[in-house]
Each structure stands twice: as structure tokens, then as C-alpha cells.
């Protein structure tokens, strides 16, 4: 039932408590003569996807009045076709303290056209209105509007590919090579090209549309977009002079192409940084592989679920490697790389994946970046296998005493081994699995010396899946030694004793 505001007045005056908290006084204006007004940033509008990230249209109003009732004031707002009625058209309930509705140019492209199928390059004009409710009171609504047009555009592609004779997989169109989106129609790539001709298409398998070089510009520098093929003196393509390492970035909104010469072997950064809730948001650098520099380790107990991502730069929240998707699986390996803010996808733990050991594999090899997390049991022994060795190479006699084994103690992702050692070479078997299969520890390089090193980096190697690595230490100098090896680190500490 309606009430009056004589009614409310009278209440107030006798001290009687209404409905509102004290709170609800501090969200409405005490003015009783404040107008609803909206109004609009622009009233003719024609978005750009070159500013896709840009604010396209605003529309802003004032409180409006409760008439000194002090009750508080929420807010609905509806946006329709000017020649439709609202009741068709968006709806939405705001609350209280709600003065504005704004939209980028992406976001608003992408409004119009899943609310009311707005059409690329075509003009529509719109309506939007806001009505301030005062709680209790029906007969004190406002409404407030503005008309304006709006002119979207056509999203250029959010994939890229190349083929030609000089692309790694020639011009196979189901097997073209992916390049990575880097922002809002730039794409990139860094790899080996070969010597002949490259253009690009849109979706793999489908020839065209495709992106191709304009004729007319003599530097070759200008990309043509067709949607189907055209006649063959249009269907152009990018010249590669010689076979090497390039790296190839591609504009399709400024309809740019680049051609740089690259270093392949040298990864694109030399410092990875795992941030998250697992570490407070605090920036852990990873541990760069020596044998492949492009993959980055990092073995840690997550104690604790949430998100996490990785950095380039400590501290830096822009060009960072993220998830593929919003909340995903530590299980998906999914990588895109972000240059500036966003998009923010980020992995998470879930609570029933912690209080457990992971080890992270993360590859930021262009064009095959990858995330790897699994996780990591202890092993409960090591053990020392060579010429070098107490048992030399005999499995069955290292299994039969301590002579070779490394045990752990407090830590059980730390393992020590005090003894003599001869001359000779020597690696750290996990399982000594008859085989000579199974899981190992091992130098980062073959031959490698074995000297005083403290928290040194030392290889797990899988023989299953590495079946053709098989590097060792060399012991120089016989002695008495101290070994100890962080598991989950993978990390190695000798002492001459």
C-alpha cells in the first residue's frame, strides 16, 4: 500500500523509527528539490576498434529526490530502439548509489549487438532512461532519458595463421601456424622462416579470408584484407629473402606487417616470476633451466589455494604470461601472453589440491608457450650410482646398505649423503629400477666436474620419457664428501670434507 508523505512527516515528528538505517540517510541527497536528470557523454557515436579500450559513451545522472522523506533511492536503468518501447528492450537494476553507465568501444560494440542485434557499420538510434524509486513510496518515482546514436563495427579476427613456402609448414591451410595475439589485432611470431613467400589467413583450414600484401605499397610493409580470393594480380604475398630466425609481427586493425631478424635461441625473457595467492602476491623469481633457457622451474607446497600467474619484470603487472581461460585447472596448460593489463585469466588451486608438492615446467618458447604444473611425491631415498660410487655400478649392492644412500631428515624434500668417494663418474638414481630406466638426478651438463657448489641446479630427468639423456659427474679428487640434494628445488649442495 502507498503511503503519504504526510504520513512519513508525522512519523518523523513524533520520533517514530522508519524503516531506513541510519546508513540509508547517507545515501540519498537531503535535497527535496533535486531533479533526476541524465545525460549522455555524445550523442552521435561511431566506435572505433582502434580505441576498442577507450571510453565510447557515458550516460551520468543526478540523484534525484526522495521529497525529505529520507528514504533511500535505487536506481533502474533501460536502454531500447528509439522507435521501441523499453519493455523490449535491456533492463537492468542498479541499486542505490548507482549514477552511471559506462561502456568502451568494445564493450559497447559488443552490447549493441547481443541486445539488439546491431548491424557492423550500420547506424541505430537508441533511447535509455533511469528511474530513481524511493523505497515504500511507488508515487515518488522519476524518470530521466537521452537518444543517441550509435554506429558499431566489425571485430577483426582473434586468430591469425601463416602459410606460404617460406612458413614452417608451407602452405598446408589445416596445418598453418598459429601466430600468438598480443593485444586488440597485433599478432606475433618468432621462430625460423624459410627462404619464399608467407601470407596469412584468419581460421586454420580456410584459405580465406585472408590478410595479403598491398601492391601499391612499395616497401611491402602494408597488409590487404580479402574475404574471399580475388583475382591472382591482388592475391600478393610478403617476401622472406633468406632462410633464419625472424620475428613477425602482424598489425590487421592498422593493416602493418614487420619483418625482424631474431635471435631463435635466445628466449624472448630471462627472468619468469610466479605470483599469486600461494605467495601473497609477492613476486618469486623461478629458477631458468640451463639445459633448455626458454623453460622455467619452480617447486613449491601449496599450503593454500587461489589464482596465480606469471611475470616478466618483479613487481610488473603488465606483460604478463597468463591462463588461456578464466579459472582454469592447474591441469590445463593453456598460455597467452597479455601485454598490458587486460585480460586477467589466472589458474587456481582449489582447496582439495593443496597441502601438496607441485613442481612447474613453464615454456615461454614462442609459439609453444605452456604451463606445467604436477605434482610431487618425495622420494624417500636416493642414491648414489657410478664408478665413483661405494658399490660402483651395482644397483642390487647399493640397495643392500646405506653405503650410497641419501636419506632425509627434518625436510623430507632434503636429502644428505656423508662418505668417501673415489675417482670417477657417478649420477643419483630416485628408484634403482633394474632397467636402468626410471627417474634420476643429474648434472645440467654432460662430463660435468665435481666441485664445492652450493645450491646448484642439477637435472631430474625422466629415462621413460628422456630416454637419451645420460650425463654424470666427473670426481676428480677422491675424498670425503658431503651431498646434499633439494628434491623439490632440484638443487645440489657438495662439501669436501
Known sequence: MKKSIMTAAAALCLGIACSCSEEDYKTVDPSAGNILEMTASGTEIKLDEKKADSEALALNWTTGTNKGT?????????MALKD?????????ELGRKAYSKTWTAKALNDFLKSNFGAQSGVKASYKARVTASVAEYDDLAQESSVEFTVTPYEPVSTTLYMIGGAAPNG???????ELTRTSTGVFSWTGTLNEGELKFITTSGQFWPAYVREGSDASGKTLRYFSEQPSDDLDLKFNIPEARG???TADILNLTFTLEEADVNKPPYDAIYFVGDPTGWSFVRMTQDPVNPFVFRYGTEFTSGGEFKFGTSDGSWENMYKASEESASIKNTGVQFVKGFDPDPKWKINDEETGKAYKIAFDITPGKESMNCVEFVPYESLWLIGSAAPHGWSLDDAASDDKCRLKAGDDKYILTWTGDLSAGEM???CELKREWDGCWFMPTSANKPFNTVSDEVISFVDSNKDSGVDRKWIVENAGNYTITVNQLAETITIVKN
Open 84 to 92: 521501441s518501447d523499453y519493455s523490449s528492450g535491456y533492463k537492468e
Open 427 to 429: 649420477k643419483i638414481s
Open 171 to 177: 602452405w598446408s591451410a589445416d596445418n598453418a601456424t
Open 246 to 248: 625472424y620475428k613477425i
Open 70 to 78: 529520507g528514504n533511500a533511492i535505487t536506481y533502474t536503468f533501460e
